[in-house]
């Protein structure tokens, strides 16, 4: 079988343009720049018609790949959708809160809860700038990530990306909009 470069010269936290890729069973290689070196390899079962984003992620010797199916229907004019998906497999189960700026943690309703390593369902809210905050799950005490500012669009069809951040519980967060961009978000917070 011959290697077609599908994406290349890409850096972390950054996306890239559509690419083609054949349906049925197809083998992806991850490359870094310059190397003809696979330092990882997948293989998924792809549907003729349907939208794909791969995502590499994880600690520098121990790069993995993921595939995510985007074929979220666009919701109604004065609605969004999103969903979580956590690489992370030392995070845990984690808790997601979509509040206003000043709304106290304990007041807030849990958005979504996403399973270490695992995707959650699409979750339907209105659209607008939100502070994002996640949490061990059950446990508004053990914050993660606390962001004074994400925006989800008008009829948006959103995936909240979580990735391990610098050692321990704590993430990294970016959406990546359907059809759309990725907007990398970095823990600014560490615990000593």
């Given at each position: 079988d011959a290697i077609i470069q599908v994406v290349g010269g890409k850096t972390a936290d950054q996306g890239s343009t559509r690419a083609s890729a054949s349906d049925g069973e197809t083998s992806f290689e991850l490359r870094r720049a310059g190397n003809d070196s696979a330092v990882v390899t997948a293989?998924?079962?792809?549907?003729?018609?349907t939208r794909y984003t791969a995502i590499a992620y994880g600690a520098e010797g121990a790069l993995k790949m993921a595939m995510l199916e985007e074929d979220e229907d666009q919701p109604d004019a004065g609605k969004a959708r999103l969903r979580l998906y956590n690489t992370s497999a030392d995070s845990g189960s984690l808790d997601l809160y979509l509040t206003a700026s000043d709304t106290a943690l304990e007041d807030a309703a849990i958005?979504?809860?996403?399973?270490?390593?695992?995707?959650?369902s699409f979750v339907t809210l209105a659209p607008g700038s939100y502070r994002l905050r996640l949490t061990a799950s059950g446990d508004t005490?053990?914050?993660?990530?606390?962001?004074?500012?994400?925006?989800?669009?008008?009829?948006?069809?959103?995936?909240?990306?979580?990735?391990?951040?610098?050692?321990?519980?704590?993430?990294?967060?970016?959406?990546?909009?359907q059809d759309g961009g990725l907007l990398a978000f970095k823990n600014p917070a560490a615990r000593v």
């Open positions: 293989s998924w079962s792809l549907t003729a018609d958005t979504a809860t996403v399973a270490a390593s695992g995707a959650s005490a053990d914050l993660r990530l606390d962001l004074p500012a994400v925006t989800v669009n008008d009829r948006g069809v959103v995936t909240l990306v979580l990735t391990a951040g610098t050692g321990g519980v704590l993430v990294h967060a970016a959406t990546l909009e």
